[in-house]
């Protein structure tokens, strides 16, 4: 069974830019959610979506948005990129939002200069 | 109050010991209890998870203790290996009736087991 999939796997912006990310769950799995890992915040909660509806988010600035798609998969965009949002961003998917185990993807690494 | 903090920051052990790391929260809607364990360049991965009607979960050199009444649980990793070496986090959720919560997550702990 394949793991979660994220793509790319590293990304460099330029401040101002835009970015969009991308995430396909495990195969059965509903529910996706994202995190922000940096050395100084740690791993931060972005937000959840199931059945194409974010149920849930975190607190972050509007320009962190997301979606999902009817196959489940998933994108993050984040847009007027600044320096301080060069981080790993996760991808985690669990089968549906009433279940505790959530999968990691390996992430993408987002360097903005 | 949704925090999860943990230590130690890094942990050195020679091969064989029995690291632990620990975790307090304050929080006590929280009832999963998950530990993680993520290598250079990969996502972090399920290790173990405990909920708070149990005070001790074992799976292969890996325990999770419990403490309900001191907000506090700990992971120890049995006769360690230098394959261990890796940074390990904590994590904590709330069930809001059946619907889980996000996981909200310790700042880590980079053990090093030495040879």
């Known amino acids: 069974k394949a793991g979660v999939t994220q793509t790319p796997r590293y990304l460099i912006k330029t401040r101002g830019q835009q970015v969009t990310l991308s995430c396909s769950p495990i195969s059965g799995h509903r529910s996706v959610s994202w995190y922000q890992q940096t050395p100084g915040q740690g791993l931060q909660f972005l937000f959840e979506?199931?059945?194409?509806?974010?149920?849930n988010k975190g607190n972050f600035p509007g320009r962190f948005s997301g979606r999902q798609f009817s196959n489940s998969r998933s994108e993050m965009n984040v847009s007027t990129l600044e320096l301080g949002d060069s981080a790993l961003y996760l991808c985690?998917?669990?089968?549906?939002?009433?279940?505790?185990?959530?999968?990691f993807g390996q992430g993408t690494r987002l360097t903005v200069v | 109050q949704q925090q999860v903090k943990q230590s130690p920051q890094s942990l050195i052990v020679q091969k064989g010991g029995i690291p632990i790391i620990n975790c307090a929260y304050e929080?006590?809607?929280?009832?999963?209890f998950p530990w993680y364990q993520q290598f250079p360049g990969k996502g972090p991965a399920l290790l173990i998870a405990i909920r708070p009607d149990v005070s001790e979960k074992k799976e292969g050199r890996f325990t999770i203790s419990f403490n309900k009444s001191a907000k506090q649980f700990s992971l120890h990793i049995m006769d360690s290996q230098p394959g261990d070496s890796a940074t390990y986090f904590c994590a904590a959720s709330i069930d809001y009736g059946g619907s889980q919560g996000n996981l909200i997550f310790g700042k880590g702990t980079k053990l090093s087991v030495k040879p």
């Open positions: 929080n006590t809607a929280f009832d999963y």
């Open positions: 979506y199931f059945s194409e509806t974010q149920r």
């Open positions: 985690a998917s669990s089968r549906d939002y009433t279940n505790t185990e959530a999968f």
